[in-house]
């Protein structure tokens, strides 16, 4: 059961990489082991999590972000700042617009899709930008909360890490991975 706080808040690496509060509804409780670490994502999401996440209302509170200019309504999402340290400066290019509530990888497959087609997606979105295309994702967007599709990979319960994506995969060894999670602690720590 959830107790406390009904929001999540979280950094997440924005326009220039500047590093902001993302606001959403929690979804999962705070259960940690016996050595005090949060257990894995599976176990702490509930019910009340998962209908959250399928159907979208868990993003809600980033209204509140898109008012004060943290985000925009259409734009690459913003990842964890645990993502950006593993991405390639090519892929670190999408920081140069603000993050969006949704946006072109969003309605090409959002969590159902390899790390390297969103990012794809979020620099094709950059290099096009447009009203209309703004629009044509916003009407999208609703058509895929209302099917809740592609809201997870298959077989999962939350979206994989792209550091862990990378490591399972073989593009970084275990000690580049340690490395990189100690850098994205301490750009957090410096808020």
Request: proline share 4%.
């Amino acid at each position: 059961m959830m107790k406390g706080n009904p929001f999540f808040v979280q950094h997440r690496p924005g326009k220039d990489e500047r590093i902001f509060r993302i606001i959403k509804f929690r979804t999962m409780t705070n259960c940690r082991d016996g050595e005090g670490n949060l257990l894995p994502d599976h176990l702490r999401l509930i019910g009340y999590g998962k209908f959250l996440r399928s159907t979208s209302l868990d993003e809600l509170p980033e209204l509140f972000n898109i008012l004060i200019g943290d985000m925009a309504f259409i734009g690459p999402r913003p990842q964890l700042v645990r993502d950006m340290v593993f991405m390639s400066d090519t892929q670190r290019l999408r920081h140069s617009v603000r993050p969006g509530l949704s946006g072109l990888a969003q309605i090409n497959g959002r969590n159902a899709i390899r790390w390297e087609n969103k990012f794809s997606f979020d620099l094709d979105y950059i290099e096009n930008i447009t009203f209309m295309g703004d629009m044509k994702i916003v009407f999208q967007t609703v058509i895929k909360v209302f099917k809740r599709a592609d809201i997870t990979e298959e077989g999962m319960e939350t979206a994989e890490d792209l550091g862990d994506y990378l490591l399972r995969i073989g593009q970084v060894d275990q000690e580049t991975y340690t490395l990189k999670q100690t850098v994205a602690k301490e750009l957090v720590g410096m808020r």
